[in-house]
């Protein structure tokens, strides 16, 4: 008996203190519901009218969704990267074109694809420093995505 209950425990209670998603929860990008939670999230994020921790929390759960289930990056490269990128654009007012490329680099960093994490990274770096955002913390966070992307993808291939 007091094996089984502990065998049941050790199954149970990491899924109960987890903070990541359980992966029943993860679901392909294609799906508009989770698309419309990050748009969700951004305009939040733009609003400023909720904590940044709590704001930090929603963008990386939103990610984790977005993500393959075979290709889901750890949660803390995911939670340090939403962090990072939160705290840098509360309150920020962007417009539909910065708002726009941000969830598409977002979306794009969740999947396997063929472009580059280096053609990605910058393009998000663009957009960071447009909104004007300036470069020494635009730069922790394009590290921070940089690592989800590889987490991803895997590394881009080193020049021959």
């Known amino acids: 008996m007091r094996v089984a209950m502990v065998s049941a425990l050790s199954v149970l209670l990491p899924l109960i203190y987890s903070p990541r998603p359980a992966p029943a929860q993860s679901n ?3 799906t508009p519901s989770v698309e419309q939670a990050l748009d969700s999230t951004l305009v939040m994020l733009k609003e400023g009218r909720a904590p940044q921790s709590h704001l930090s929390q ?9 993500a393959e ?11 340090s990267f939403a962090d990072k990128l939160t705290r840098d654009l509360i309150g920020r007012q962007l417009n539909n074109a910065q708002t726009t490329a941000m969830r598409e680099c977002i979306v794009e960093a969740m999947h396997r694809t ?9 393009r998000l770096q663009q ?3 447009g909104i004007g955002i300036d470069s020494s913390k ?3 966070v394009i590290r921070a995505f940089i690592a989800v992307r590889e987490a991803v993808q895997g590394p881009d291939d080193s020049p021959s």
């Open 58 to 66: 929603e963008l990386a759960h939103v990610m984790m969704r977005l």
């Open 127 to 129: 957009t960071l420093l």
């Open 138 to 140: 635009t730069q922790l």
């Open 114 to 122: 063929g472009t580059s994490n280096a053609g990605l990274a910058s």
């Open 69 to 79: 289930n075979n290709h889901q990056p750890p949660w803390p490269v995911v939670a």
């Open 28 to 30: 392909p990008a294609s």
